[in-house]
């Protein structure tokens, strides 16, 4: 039976719940009256319930789905402004004991090379990226209790944590590694971790189970209630995420709410951040494999309803994705990205973009450099900010923050001085340029008048060379 609140998978992700809520989706897909009040709910800007969203996913009366876009671009401008979050990956592992059929590091792959960054190599990684001017990392690893134990995970947080190489700095590190245990939690919460992202990659668990055939993931209920039990270790920033491709998207939609109403019902804080991956090629992968991939359209409409339905979440989009779709997806409603990316263990110190490694494709190849000249080219402002965590403002008090909407007043200026610590230290002569002159232009963005005193006090301090300003 369906229950948000329960700690059992199966009952707060039901099964027949989803399947009720697609029927009633389809049912009242043009039933404009329903579809009008769902929307007017939505422009509260308090979110809409999965079976709410689920019949704006299903009606395709272009007219609503313009009105969603347009819903879904103010409320991103609202919550999130102009800003965008910089991050990239860094694949620590590929050595895997699962056998997910959609990923290249499966147990069973002969072809790829399997290689453990030492901690030497870690900081020859970490340097490199600190050099391109990350502040922000997500690791990456495969699930190997005896290539990868969380003792190595968390030596490698350590040494991340500590390179101090010219002004460089990694700030926070997220956590992207398989579902474990309280404990394990716990100690990753202990070493300063930032968020901890785990994909369901579907909620659908027959498929779940056919997906991952064998090794410790094949435990569909182990995996979804790995989010339950990192709230118990402490940490109170997870990211959700679904492998679009592999199952009806719309079945997907649905249940990533379902679980995002748990958080909220449990723990009284939703989702940090929510991913939204397409299945990618990759050695040993053929996305054409996959019956459900979605199209560009739906993917959009997808990302602008997983906006308006819980508004105050992040959202992810990697380098699985080209220029042109991320240009596009973050007008509705993307808030962090990555850049300069390589999805290879060990392919920051290369000087080619290794393949043997890889863990996908990426679709958008160019420097961090480029990333950040194109966003300011179109409007946003790059974020390099990492000040929340740091400052404790996780879990309920970073959402009570952004429902305040006192961010404008702390993320506003945070980005600011993050992107003048990028342009002094990493960027091109014309990135510096239209940076310096956005900069300018955006100070006047920022409401309180004494916040921008001191930003703009800051901002002069990070010109003769102080570094590590936050609001
Ligand atoms: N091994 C960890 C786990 O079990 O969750 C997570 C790390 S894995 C490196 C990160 C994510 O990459 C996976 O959760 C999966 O969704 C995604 N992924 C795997 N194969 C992919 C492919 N061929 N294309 C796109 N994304 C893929």
Redesign the pocket.
């Known amino acids: 039976m369906y229950n948000a609140a329960s700690a059992k998978a199966e009952e707060f992700i039901c099964h027949d719940e989803v399947m009720a809520s697609l029927k009633y989706a389809d049912d009242n897909k043009n039933n404009i009256q329903l579809i009008d009040s769902i929307i007017e709910k939505a422009r509260l800007r308090k979110g809409l319930n999965h079976r709410e969203a689920s019949v704006l996913l299903a009606c395709e009366i272009p007219e609503k789905i313009q009105e969603i876009y347009e819903l879904a671009e103010q409320i991103k401008k609202d919550f999130y402004g102009n800003r965008i979050v910089m991050f990239a990956p860094l ?1 620590l592992s590929n050595y ?1 004991v ?1 056998s ?1 059929v ?4 499966h147990i069973k792959n002969k072809n790829i090379t399997r290689k453990k960054l030492t901690q030497e190599e870690i900081t020859k990684e970490v340097i490199a990226l600190q050099d391109m001017g990350h502040k922000r990392l997500a690791i ?4 190997d209790p005896v290539n990868n134990p969380i003792e190595y995970i968390l030596e490698s947080i350590d040494t991340i944590y500590n390179i101090k190489h010219k002004n460089g700095a990694i700030r926070r590190v997220n956590v ?4 474990t245990t309280v404990e394990n939690y716990r100690r990753l919460k202990e070493a300063g971790i930032g968020t901890y992202i ?2 369901q ?1 579907t909620y659908h668990k027959e498929s779940y189970e056919k997906l991952h055939p064998m090794g410790p ?1 094949h435990d569909y209920a182990y995996h979804t209630e790995a989010m339950d039990r990192a709230m118990e270790g402490g940490i109170d920033d997870v990211g959700l ?1 679904v ?1 679009f491709g592999l199952e009806l998207y719309r079945y997907e939609y649905c249940a990533l709410l379902m679980h995002a109403e748990h958080l909220e019902a449990v723990y009284g804080v939703g989702p940090h951040t929510i991913s939204v ?6 050695d040993d ?1 053929d ?1 054409g494999a996959f019956d459900n991939s979605i199209s560009d359209e739906i993917f959009y409409k997808i990302t602008a309803l997983i906006r308006i339905a819980v508004p105050y979440t992040g959202m992810i989009i990697s380098t ?1 994705e080209s220029e042109e779709v991320r240009e596009r997806i973050i007008r509705l409603g993307v808030s962090q990205i990555s850049g300069g990316s390589r999805t290879s263990v060990g392919g920051y110190t290369e000087e080619e973009r290794p393949h043997d490694t890889e ?2 494709d990426v679709s958008d190849q160019r420097t961090l450099d480029e990333v950040v000249n194109w966003l300011m080219r179109n409007g946003y402002i790059p974020s390099f900010c990492t000040a929340c965590y740091r400052e404790g403002r996780t879990g309920d008090r970073f959402m009570a923050l952004c429902k305040s909407g006192q961010i404008q007043n702390c993320c506003h200026p945070n980005a600011l001085m993050t992107l003048k610590e990028y342009l002094m230290d990493y960027a091109s002569e014309d990135t510096r340029r239209i940076g310096e002159l956005l900069i300018q232009s955006e100070l006047g963005n920022i409401p309180k008048e004494n916040v921008r005193k001191i930003c703009k006090e800051n901002l002069e301090n990070i010109q003769k060379g102080t570094r590590d300003f936050r609001f």
């Open positions: 694949y895997c699962n997910c959609y990923c290249p590091y990456e690893a495969g699930e992207n590694i398989a579902a785990l994909f990659e993931k995420g492998l991956p397409r299945i990618k090629h990759a992968i996305p699985r863990q996908f």
